[in-house]
C-alpha cells in the first residue's frame, strides 16, 4: 500500500507522517517512510542541489531534478517495499511536482508534467493521498521562526498558485483525501486514521 502526504510547506505533514506511522505500528503493520526528493544516495544529492544551490536555476532544470530523484527512489526502493506487502509512506510524491513546479513555477505544460510524472514514477500511483490543506497566511506564520531552503523562500504568491494547484488536483482525483490542517494536530489525525482505516479494510 502506497500512502502520500501532499501540501504546502507549514501544511503539518512531518507530524502526521510520525502520527500514522505510530499508528501502524501499534497495529503490527510494517511502513517505511521516505522524503521527496531523497530516500537513496543519489536522491540525497540531488535533494542538496535542489533545495540548497544558491545560482539560478532554470525552472525546467528543477522540474527534471524533481523527476530524477523521484524514479530512483521508486525504483530503487519503492517498488521492492510494495512487492513484499508492505506499507510505504512519503513525504511528498508527484501532486507536489505538478502543484510546484506546474501551477507555482508555470515551468511547462500540466499534461507535460502528468506524461513525465508517470515515467519517473514507474507507473506507481498513491493507494491514498493526504492533502493537508492550509492557506499560505497560515502555513507562513507557522514557518516563520524556521530557516528556508531555496523552495520555502518563493514567496506568497508562488504559494498561492500552488495552493490553488494543489484544490485542482484533489478535484480531479478520488484518491486524494482533503484534510482541514488548520485544526488542533490531534482532530487532524483522527481524520487521517479514520480515511487509512476505511481504505485499509476495503482491501
Sequence with gaps: MLITFEGIDGCG???????????????????????EPGGTRLSEM??????????????????????AARSQLVKEKVIPILKKGEIVVLDRY??????????????????H???LNKLATHDTVPDITFYLKITPEIASERTRDSQKDRMESAGPDFFERVKSGY??????????????????PDIVFQDIKAAFDSEFSAR
Design 46 to 67: 540531488i535533494r542538496e542541489i535542489l533545495l540548497h544551490e544558491p545560482g539560478d536555476m532554470d525552472f525546467r532544470t528543477e522540474l527534471l531534478l524533481f523527476s
Design 94 to 111: 508527484y501532486d507536489s511536482t505538478v502543484a510546484y513546479q506546474g501551477y507555482g513555477r508555470n515551468s511547462m505544460n500540466i499534461q
Design 167 to 184: 484544490d485542482l488536483l484533489a478535484e480531479e482525483n478520488d484518491r486524494i483525501i482533503t484534510i482541514d490542517s488548520t485544526r488542533n
Design 13 to 35: 505533514k512531518t507530524t502526521q507522517i510520525k502520527n500514522l506511522t505510530n499508528y501502524l505500528k501499534e497495529k503490527h503493520l510494517n511502513a517505511t517512510v521516505f522524503r
Design 113 to 115: 508534467i502528468h506524461f
